[in-house]
């Protein structure tokens, strides 16, 4: 997946790269109901700074690796797999004057929670990496 961004700024071995999005995809998108950036106002992307990039540039950004599937694994896969183990594990539990419905509920949401804490840790692992998933190419020299 590619997107069009311009470079910003470049300081401290880093580069800003404003990401331009395409307003007609938001207004496709079945999630933007959801979305936090609902208006498509300014994306800045922050990356390790590379040769023969200057502030003022356009630039277009490529992701690699299928890195928005990983991601989305991480965010949700990884929970909901943990919460149907949860589940499956709550229903193994002999418990005779708490309704086994309740105690599959609760075993499933404190899977869902510690799904949802290695699924966090992983990707903060991920995103100090995101330099590997991430490519520039020099669209216009401004």
Not at 35 to 61: H, Q, T
Not at 73 to 96: E, H, W
Not at 107 to 124: R, T, V
């Given at each position: 997946?590619?997107?069009?961004?311009?470079?910003?700024?470049?300081?401290?071995?880093?580069?800003?790269?404003?990401?331009?999005?395409?307003?007609?995809?938001?207004?496709?998108?079945?999630?933007?109901?959801?979305?936090?950036?609902?208006?498509?106002?300014?994306?800045?992307?922050?990356?390790?700074?590379?040769?023969?990039?200057?502030?003022?540039?356009?630039?277009?950004?490529?992701?690699?690796?299928?890195?928005?599937?990983?991601?989305?694994?991480?965010?949700?896969?990884?929970?909901?797999?943990?919460?149907?183990?949860?589940?499956?594990?709550?229903?193994?539990v002999p418990v005779q004057k708490i309704p086994s419905e309740l105690i599959r509920f609760a075993f499933?949401?404190?899977?869902?929670?510690?799904?949802?804490?290695?699924?966090?840790?992983?990707?903060?692992?991920?995103?100090?990496?995101?330099?590997?998933?991430?490519?520039?190419?020099?669209?216009?020299?401004?």
């Amino acid at each position: 997946m590619s997107t069009k961004g311009i470079i910003k700024d470049k300081k401290d071995g880093k580069i800003y790269i404003e990401v331009i999005q395409d307003k007609t995809a938001c207004e496709s998108c079945a999630a933007r109901v959801f979305c936090s950036k609902s208006s498509c106002d300014e994306n800045l992307m922050i990356l390790d700074a590379r040769p023969g990039f200057e502030a003022g540039d356009d630039v277009i950004v490529e992701e690699s690796h299928n890195i928005l599937l990983k991601t989305s694994l991480l965010a949700y896969g990884i929970p909901l797999i943990f919460f149907i183990g949860g589940i499956l594990l709550g229903g193994l539990v002999p418990v005779q004057k708490i309704p086994s419905e309740l105690i599959r509920f609760a075993f499933g949401c404190l899977g869902l929670f510690g799904g949802a804490a290695i699924g966090h840790m992983l990707a903060k692992r991920l995103s100090r990496n995101i330099d590997r998933y991430v490519s520039l190419i020099l669209n216009n020299r401004q």
